[in-house]
Structure formats: C-alpha cells, structure tokens
C-alpha cells in the first residue's frame, strides 16, 4: 500500500492481509502495548486513510491486554480501529468484527501489493 502524508510517500505492508468471499480486505497491524505511542498513532492515522482509499480497512491489534489504555482524547486518532484483546479468540473475534463491519465490496488487490502482483492474500 502506497502511504500518503503531508511531507512524504511511503510504502507500508500490513503484518496480516485478510479477505472474505464478499471481497471485504481488512490491514492487520500487530502491536504490543508499549508500541501505542504519539508517532505510531500518527501514522496508523496515515495508513487507515490510505487503506479507506484503497478500499479496504485498517485494523491495529493490541493482543496480550484486555482493556484499552487510558490515553488522552484526540479526536484525529478516533478514525483508526484498535483492539485489544487478552487472548487468542478475542484477538479472532476483533478480526472477523473489523472485516465485516465494512460493506462487501472487491477492491483491486494490485493496489497492496504493487510489488508483488503474484501475491495473494489469505481467505476468512
């Protein structure tokens, strides 16, 4: 995926690529906790509107806490989709939640993966 920001352009690759049979794709960033920084956030902002785009969704993984972290309201950070989930199945739930919380839909998937046209993506 192809990341526009105000001062630059960069190239970004999900951790995981999900997709259903309805054509739904769903960006799968993996976090640990600590990793939840003012910079992060930031460019997880970048990445969500890139990947809206693009026609798919952008979701950031928090596995190993239930709970979200208190943090400080800002209301640029509230489009980006974060989960938080204390073990495996609630980190499933999150993904299948996010994936079919967007409207079906086949986006072209050359747009992710302009770098390797062969590359496919895994099924739900």
């Known amino acids: 995926l192809t990341v526009k920001s105000q001062d630059m352009v960069y190239s970004y690759e999900p951790d995981l690529m999900v997709s ?8 799968v960033e993996v976090k640990r906790p600590v990793s939840m920084s003012w910079s992060n ?14 026609g798919a969704a952008f979701l950031v993984l928090v596995p190993g806490s239930g709970n979200a972290p ?3 309201p800002v209301p640029e950070f509230k489009s ?4 938080y989930a204390s073990d495996e199945p609630g980190m499933t739930q999150a993904v299948i939640e996010a994936l079919h919380d967007m409207p079906p839909g086949r986006a072209d998937e050359a747009q992710y993966w302009e770098d390797e046209p062969s590359r496919t993506s895994p099924s739900a």
Do not use: H, K, W
């Not at 259903?20 to 960006?27: F, H």
């Open 70 to 72: 208190p943090q400080a």
């Open 20 to 27: 259903d049979p309805e054509g739904r794709m769903l960006m």
């Open 41 to 54: 956030m930031a460019r997880f902002v970048q990445i969500d509107r890139s990947a809206r785009d693009a």
């Open 80 to 83: 980006v989709n974060i989960a």
